[in-house]
């Protein structure tokens, strides 16, 4: 649905030139949910508007649903933008508007006859759960609300493609799991192409099947979802996931040298990270039975990521060294990721 080959773009200001995207390529399958994540600065929000020619690429292509973006006249690509909605963090609605204006106003735009625009908004209205707000002002709306808003008028002309521009970000997180089953429902139940800009591996563990992670205008890393959080290959990626875990405390806690990971000689701290269907087996009681060895489970967690179990524990090993370093070996044979903190 969307291929990006080689874009780069560049900012030329009086505080000097920044390169926001550069040399970025992806490709994005028709009905995926998409996730691109990176820090402040790295060059998401820039990227996301390349895709929709907001910002124009100093150079690359930009290629949707077969049209080359970066190749057509302006008239040309303000007709093939209706097939691409949009949604921001502040909802971008008009205040002077209901929220059926709100959500027709694209349609008008569209020259939609009056009877074709009251039953698509009421169509939408239902969709998004906000029936009973059709009359209301963005100013008597929660911040959920005006997102819903949001989403039905990105969605009202039919597009192919919705991308999300830290739609979730102003939001608490129980709202923020509402949108996103949202999404979800409009991507399985409409088969719109979903691209979610964020900061937030939270939001893409919940709703991506695949992701592009952005650092310094770059993708340094990208793949399905399950996958980058099993095994993380780059620095900041590593540090997203670790943000949705409570087990990468473990760190900070050998450094204040707390009493709950405090081991004695002999002993052996180690993280394990479970691999898919390795997440549903016994091994730490195999391991247990099998090489003589104590393992006391201090903290961990299993996360759901794309319908997959992925679980984490920290625990301490007790026993013979030999017997130790056998269960460590058997574990990691048996796609566990084991890492040795202290000992």
């Given at each position: 649905m969307i291929r990006l080959e080689n874009i780069n773009k560049t900012f030329h200001g009086s505080g000097g030139t920044v390169e926001a995207v550069r040399d970025v390529s992806l490709h994005i399958e028709a009905g995926e949910i998409f996730g691109i994540i990176g820090l402040s600065g790295a060059g998401k929000s820039t990227l996301a508007r390349c895709i929709n020619l907001l910002e124009r690429p100093d150079s690359g292509r930009v290629v949707v649903d077969g049209t080359e973006l970066t190749a057509l006249p302006e008239k040309a690509l303000r007709r093939q933008r209706l097939s691409l909605g949009m949604i921001f963090q502040h909802f971008n609605l008009m205040p002077s508007r209901t929220v059926y204006e709100n959500i027709a106003y694209p349609l008008k735009k569209q020259k939609q006859t009056a009877g074709q625009i009251e039953r698509r908004v009421t169509e939408l209205l239902e969709l998004v759960d906000l029936r009973d707000?059709?009359?209301?002002?963005?100013?008597?709306?929660?911040?959920?609300?005006?997102?819903?808003?949001?989403?039905?008028?990105?969605?009202?002309?039919?597009?192919?493609?919705?991308?999300?521009?830290e739609a979730t970000s102003a939001l608490d997180p129980a709202t923020t799991l509402s949108i996103l089953d949202l999404l979800k429902r409009i991507n399985r139940s409409l088969g719109i192409t979903i691209v979610v800009i964020t900061h937030e591996m939270a939001v893409v563990k919940e709703i991506c099947d695949r992701v592009a992670v952005m650092e310094k205008g770059r993708v340094v890393e990208s793949g399905r979802v399950v996958d980058l959080f099993s095994i993380p290959a780059s620095p900041v990626t590593r540090s997203f996931v670790e943000s949705t875990a409570n087990t990468c405390r473990v760190f900070d806690l050998v450094r204040e040298s707390a009493p709950i990971v405090a081991i004695e000689p002999g002993q052996v701290l180690v993280r394990l990270k479970y691999l898919g269907h390795s997440a549903d087996e016994a091994l730490i009681s195999r391991v247990s039975r099998q090489y003589n060895i104590d393992c006391n489970i201090l903290f961990g967690n299993i996360d759901i990521v794309s319908d997959?179990?992925?679980?984490?524990?920290?625990?301490?090993?007790?026993?013979?060294?030999?017997?130790?370093?056998?269960?460590?070996?058997y574990l990691s044979r048996n796609n566990v990721v084991i890492e040795v903190i202290d000992r």
């Amino acid at each position: 649905m969307i291929r990006l080959e080689n874009i780069n773009k560049t900012f030329h200001g009086s505080g000097g030139t920044v390169e926001a995207v550069r040399d970025v390529s992806l490709h994005i399958e028709a009905g995926e949910i998409f996730g691109i994540i990176g820090l402040s600065g790295a060059g998401k929000s820039t990227l996301a508007r390349c895709i929709n020619l907001l910002e124009r690429p100093d150079s690359g292509r930009v290629v949707v649903d077969g049209t080359e973006l970066t190749a057509l006249p302006e008239k040309a690509l303000r007709r093939q933008r209706l097939s691409l909605g949009m949604i921001f963090q502040h909802f971008n609605l008009m205040p002077s508007r209901t929220v059926y204006e709100n959500i027709a106003y694209p349609l008008k735009k569209q020259k939609q006859t009056a009877g074709q625009i009251e039953r698509r908004v009421t169509e939408l209205l239902e969709l998004v759960d906000l029936r009973d707000k059709r009359d209301a002002y963005p100013n008597q709306l929660s911040g959920g609300q005006k997102q819903r808003v949001a989403i039905a008028r990105a969605i009202a002309g039919q597009p192919k493609v919705l991308l999300c521009d830290e739609a979730t970000s102003a939001l608490d997180p129980a709202t923020t799991l509402s949108i996103l089953d949202l999404l979800k429902r409009i991507n399985r139940s409409l088969g719109i192409t979903i691209v979610v800009i964020t900061h937030e591996m939270a939001v893409v563990k919940e709703i991506c099947d695949r992701v592009a992670v952005m650092e310094k205008g770059r993708v340094v890393e990208s793949g399905r979802v399950v996958d980058l959080f099993s095994i993380p290959a780059s620095p900041v990626t590593r540090s997203f996931v670790e943000s949705t875990a409570n087990t990468c405390r473990v760190f900070d806690l050998v450094r204040e040298s707390a009493p709950i990971v405090a081991i004695e000689p002999g002993q052996v701290l180690v993280r394990l990270k479970y691999l898919g269907h390795s997440a549903d087996e016994a091994l730490i009681s195999r391991v247990s039975r099998q090489y003589n060895i104590d393992c006391n489970i201090l903290f961990g967690n299993i996360d759901i990521v794309s319908d997959t179990a992925i679980g984490t524990l920290v625990l301490v090993l007790s026993g013979e060294k030999n017997n130790i370093e056998a269960a460590i070996g058997y574990l990691s044979r048996n796609n566990v990721v084991i890492e040795v903190i202290d000992r």
